[in-house]
């Protein structure tokens, strides 16, 4: 992936997540449910019970933010941090012209753990989107995990991939089809309202990178076939069916809460390939997610 040089950066979409205490509350919201679910069957821990509660962020008003140097694409060379404000412009540049109305949010990147207005969640859940507050939380040493553990092979396009997904279920959040998933409760399996809206956020991220170029003030210069081999290989490795047969030796269909494997890549491929957004329905009565 290269950026931008020219591009000039808003610092202000990625903060500096605040970590510290907090009681970890039960119950609430599906962004953060559905990623410790996931993560659960990784690490073989329970942690479904994190989600959830009405703490909102703990973070010092007064603390600079790390990422205000992130001026221009040409930071990205000089200070890797700053590909993460690159990635959040990129994407938030793009829905912002393609979605109307869209609502800008943040990107906050923390460590050890921080409070959400979905609960408390430590570095272990991965990233996540709490559409409580709508903010996307991430810990980016999820991302040596996803090497690591996973098996994918990683880079900046991987890594912007996952981003974009969490931002996909942010675009989800606004047009309704989040509150669609919640309302059908918690079903599992691949054809399961919980599975289509982790589809459509991968859809999502798919359009986000056919576009990402098409700016010209986008921090994002170029999207190589390498990148986007990185971007569907990291689809492929946290697939449901990969998980699962990496830590329990066995598949179990009805439990799926993310996707298999061949339907993320399948679904991120069919956003890349459109390039529209319109593609993503993945609640149509004729969409054929399984």
Same mark, same amino acid.
């Given at each position: 992936?290269?950026?931008?040089?020219?591009?000039?950066?808003?610092?202000?979409?990625?903060?500096?997540?605040?970590?510290?205490?907090?009681?970890? %509350?039960?119950?609430?919201?599906?962004?953060? #449910?559905?990623?410790?679910?996931? $993560?659960? &069957?990784? @690490? /073989?821990?329970?942690?479904?019970?994190?989600?959830?509660?009405?703490?909102?962020?703990?973070e010092d008003p007064?603390?600079?933010?790390?990422?205000?140097?992130?001026?221009?694409?040409?930071?990205?060379?000089?200070?890797?941090?700053?590909?993460?404000?690159?990635?959040?412009?990129?994407?938030?540049?793009?829905?912002?012209?393609?979605?109307?109305?869209?609502?800008?949010?943040?990107?906050?990147?923390?460590?050890?753990?921080?409070?959400?207005?979905?609960?408390?969640?430590?570095?272990?859940?991965?990233?996540?989107?709490?559409? %409580?507050?709508?903010?996307?939380?991430?810990? #980016?040493?999820?991302?040596?995990? $996803?090497? &690591?553990? @996973? /098996?994918?092979?990683?880079?900046?396009?991987a890594e912007a991939?996952?981003?974009?997904?969490?931002?996909?279920?942010?675009?989800?959040?606004?047009?309704?089809?989040?509150?669609?998933?919640?309302?059908?409760?918690?079903?599992?399996?691949?054809?399961?309202?919980?599975?289509?809206?982790?589809?459509?956020?991968d859809c999502f991220?798919?359009?986000?990178?056919?576009?990402?170029?098409?700016?010209?003030?986008?921090?994002?210069?170029?999207?190589?076939?390498?990148?986007?081999?990185?971007?569907?290989?990291?689809?492929?490795?946290?697939?449901?069916?990969?998980?699962?047969?990496? #830590?329990?030796?066995?598949?179990?269909?009805?439990?799926?809460?993310?996707?298999?494997?061949?339907?993320?890549?399948?679904?991120?491929?069919?956003?890349?390939?459109?390039?529209?957004?319109?593609?993503?329905?993945?609640?149509?009565?004729?969409?054929?997610?399984?």
């Amino acid at each position: 992936m290269q950026y931008n040089d020219n591009a000039q950066l808003d610092p202000g979409q990625v903060s500096g997540g605040g970590g510290g205490g907090g009681r970890i %509350a039960v119950g609430g919201g599906i962004g953060v #449910t559905i990623i410790l679910f996931l $993560l659960s &069957q990784l @690490l /073989g821990v329970d942690l479904t019970g994190l989600a959830g509660g009405s703490s909102q962020p703990q973070e010092d008003p007064n603390q600079p933010n790390p990422y205000a140097n992130c001026r221009s694409g040409a930071d990205v060379r000089t200070n890797r941090e700053c590909r993460w404000v690159a990635y959040t412009n990129s994407i938030q540049g793009y829905w912002s012209q393609t979605l109307q109305g869209y609502q800008m949010t943040q990107t906050k990147i923390f460590t050890g753990q921080i409070n959400t207005a979905c609960g408390a969640a430590s570095s272990a859940v991965g990233p996540f989107y709490c559409p %409580a507050d709508r903010f996307v939380y991430l810990d #980016t040493g999820f991302f040596d995990q $996803l090497t &690591q553990q @996973l /098996g994918a092979k990683g880079g900046d396009a991987a890594e912007a991939y996952v981003i974009a997904h969490e931002y996909g279920h942010h675009i989800s959040n606004q047009i309704g089809t989040m509150e669609q998933a919640q309302a059908a409760g918690n079903q599992t399996g691949p054809d399961s309202p919980q599975v289509r809206l982790e589809l459509q956020a991968d859809c999502f991220a798919g359009v986000w990178l056919k576009n990402a170029t098409a700016d010209p003030n986008s921090p994002i210069a170029q999207i190589t076939n390498d990148d986007l081999a990185r971007a569907v290989d990291a689809a492929i490795a946290v697939g449901d069916d990969r998980i699962q047969q990496r #830590t329990q030796g066995r598949v179990d269909r009805e439990s799926w809460t993310h996707g298999s494997s061949a339907q993320r890549k399948k679904w991120l491929s069919t956003g890349y390939n459109s390039g529209n957004p319109n593609t993503c329905d993945t609640f149509a009565r004729d969409a054929q997610v399984a």
